[in-house]
């Protein structure tokens, strides 16, 4: 029996990027800055965060195909299909995004980052901080 | 209303690792290697996966308390507390763990890593590529 777990959105995405025709590839193709708008619930977790701050978010691509098990590096259909888990494609069996990002403004529930490569709407899970070289332990 | 959304692992832990009293608090502490044994239905998934590549492991710690939202950094009580979107603490709303590694050894369906700050049986759910400068991205 396969256990399962139920990931419950901490806030949502805020971006121009609506469609994923309108989505960069890879974060090096230039992606917007974008807003978090988090829950009520969340305030006391967020209490500690600041512009200026490098931090992780942890999206849901919930526009994503979870059926998906290997794809075509950026789209490119000469190129032989890659394992998902070797690639960064939304489309994978539990569809989250990591964005490595700076805040650029903050709000009441609300943070604004320099760049994030998700769809207006996308739900946000988690929020880390990257942790100088062990950034991503 | 909030959506919610299901994870569903995809594998899970292999770990000397059986209790939280005995697992490293930050990662520059020394954590054990480990073995990650995924589900039969991620196969194609995985291919392209080998021994010493570096991949970002996203795991789900199902033994912690998702109600906190503050914490003492490393547990010492004499400092002060700080949100849970500030610190690396497995105890957060959405209980994920983000894990760089690297690959050190590989069997069918199975991935050893070279260390890994996750408890035996921890449930596995997404593994992404570090991709170069954008690692994290």
Redesign the interface.
């Known amino acids: 029996m ?9 806030g949502r995405v805020e971006s121009v990027l609506r469609t994923r025709d309108e989505a960069p590839r ?3 193709e230039g992606a917007p800055s974008a807003w978090l708008a988090f ?1 009520e ?9 600041a512009v200026g ?1 490098e ?2 978010v ?1 999206t ?1 691509f ?1 526009r994503a195909d979870r059926d998906v ?2 794809v075509h590096p950026r789209g490119d259909r000469t190129r032989p299909e ?7 494609s939304p489309d ?3 569809p ?1 995004g ?3 990002v700076t805040i650029i403004g903050s709000a009441d529930l609300r943070l604004q980052v320099d760049h994030l ?1 998700a769809l207006d709407e996308t ?1 946000v ?7 100088g070289d ?4």
């Open positions: 396969t256990r399962q777990f139920v990931v419950r959105p901490i890879q974060p090096d829950d619930s969340v305030r006391d977790a967020l209490r500690d965060l701050d931090i992780l942890i849901w919930d098990l290997t890659t394992g998902v888990f070797s690639t960064r994978r069996p539990n989250l990591l964005h490595r490569e739900p899970v988690d929020v880390k901080p990257v942790l062990i950034a991503e332990r």
